[in-house]
Structures are given as C-alpha cells and as structure tokens.
C-alpha cells in the first residue's frame, strides 16, 4: 500500500506539524539510509525511529515516496495496457510474437557459458550498513545483465551469510533468481586451481577469460579504505589473481578500481565475444573520463598467472 502525501505541503514550517503527522510512513520498506540520512536512533526491536526530522530530510523522503508512488502507477498502467493489447492482438488474429510468460522459459532454457563469476561476500564485518546495501544493489545489477544476455555467466555468491540474506531479502524473490547461493567460502566449494581472484592490484594483466574457470569479484565497497585486500587474501589463499587490461584499451582519469557491477559486465561482454576497447567503452561510466588509446589494436595475448 502507498502513502498520501496530499496532506504535506511546502507551506508546512515545523516538522511537528499536525499535518505532517498525518503521514504514516512505512518504515520498513522505506529505509533513512535509503535517502541518505543515517536515524540514529532505533526502537527495542531495532526499527529506525522517525524523529527527528527536519524540514529538509520530510521533504527528500516525500520526494521518494512521491517516486515509488509514480513508479507502482506506471507499472500497473503498462501492465494494463499491454493485456489489453494482447487481447485486441488476438481478437484480429494478429501474431504479437512470445508472451512475457514464453520469454521467460526460453531465458531458462538459454546454454550457459563455461565461465564462472563467484562474487565473494566474506567482507560484511568490513562494512557499514549503507555500504552493505550498495553491495546487494550491484549484485542485482549483475543478476540483471546476467539474466538478459544470450549466453550467462554460471553465477555463484559465496561466504552468503546472515547479515547478507538481511539486506538481500528487501528483494523479492530473490531466491528464485538463476543465481547459486552459498553460505560456504569459495575455498571449500571449488578447486583452488579454476579459482582466479579479479584485484586492481594484481600485476597479472588478464587478456580473455578462460573455459572451466572461476573468476573471483570481492563484495565490498569500502571507498579505497581497504586498498589491496583483495590482492593480499588471494596470495594469502594460493589462488591466481589477475587484473582487468585497463591501461592497454582506455585511458582513464581517474582510479582503475572498479565497482562489482562493472566488473561483472565485463566478463560477460567479453565472454559472449565483444571486444575489449568496445567492451570497456560500453560498460565504464562516464565520470571515469575512459578514452580509447589509440596506439592498441585489439588483438588477445595469452597471459600466464602465478599464484606467488
Ligand atoms: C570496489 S572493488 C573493492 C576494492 C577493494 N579495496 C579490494 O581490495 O579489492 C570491488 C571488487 O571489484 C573487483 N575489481 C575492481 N576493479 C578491478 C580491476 N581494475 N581489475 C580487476 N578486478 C577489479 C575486485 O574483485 C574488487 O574486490
């Protein structure tokens, strides 16, 4: 169910306003966190509290739930539209191609590629709350692309422990997505020698992605303050590490390390066969100010990983 805000106003001067106490808001779908704002204060059963808000911070939440509201509309208004479409298709014997319902099961039923992607969530005690759900928003972002491309990654989350499930089960159905969760670490589920852990750090410069080998993308999001983790747990653990060939295909401005999402997209671009500059050109954001280095031609080397 979704809130009326016809009863908050810019008129409205204090948060303590009848009127503005008329809005219920719904705690628990509509995290502070989620607006930026961190409620400090929680109830016994941990729920944030909803004052104090100020004037400012009202009208950014209403502004979301305005939002929310908008989108729940669009969508049942498309939904709506699309059956009846449907129905008309049918009435005149016209052919609308495969139903939602048919797409689907050939989705299902799309091959695999032989390359793994397993992102390794053994980094929760490294992250506050608000990092922990970007983590869990770039996973979706992954399990999307994933879901949509004609040849997916076999998608594994290792290390899925209770505090993930938490912050993974605001999405629904979860569960049901193409994707194997594992609350066991990687180490213990698959042979050190398909395991390559992907790291910024590494000095292996990764050319393509090999068949029957699992490629390792960390879970955190800790703004540089962890800076070669990665690279030091997979020396620590014996495991082939390798970083992404950023310096050979573009020039960038800024840091070379990148977000879980983007990661993930490359080696599945890569692997259905796109090339590396394309690759990096379609999937870098532009505030990473990529530029195609001109002096490369897009050909791939062999490279050979040591585990130190
Ligand atoms: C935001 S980064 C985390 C950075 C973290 N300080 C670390 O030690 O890796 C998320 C993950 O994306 C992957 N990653 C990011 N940039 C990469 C690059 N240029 N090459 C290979 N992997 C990369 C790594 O697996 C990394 O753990």
Redo the contacts with the bound molecule.
Sequence with gaps: MFLSDTNMTDNNDTPGDNSIQKVEPNYHQYSLFDIGIDPGLKDEEGNELPRPFTKNQMRKWLKKVRWENHKADKRAKEKARAKERRREAREANLDLGPSRKALKKMKVEKDKKNVGVIIDLSFDHLMIEKDRYKVIKQILRCYSVNRRSESPLQFHITSFGEKSRNDISRHNGYENWDVEFHEEPYLDLFPKEKLV??????ENI?ENFEENTFY???????H????????TIAKDQGIRH???P?DKYVNMKTR?????DH?FEIVLRVSEGLAWQETLMKVLPVRKGAHICSSVSDSSIDISYHSD
């Design positions: 852990y992907l790291t910024s750090e590494s990764i390792v993308i960390g879970g955190l999001v800790d540089n303050k962890h800076k070669g983790l990665c690279h390798g970083q992404l950023l070379k390390v990148l977000t879980i990661v």
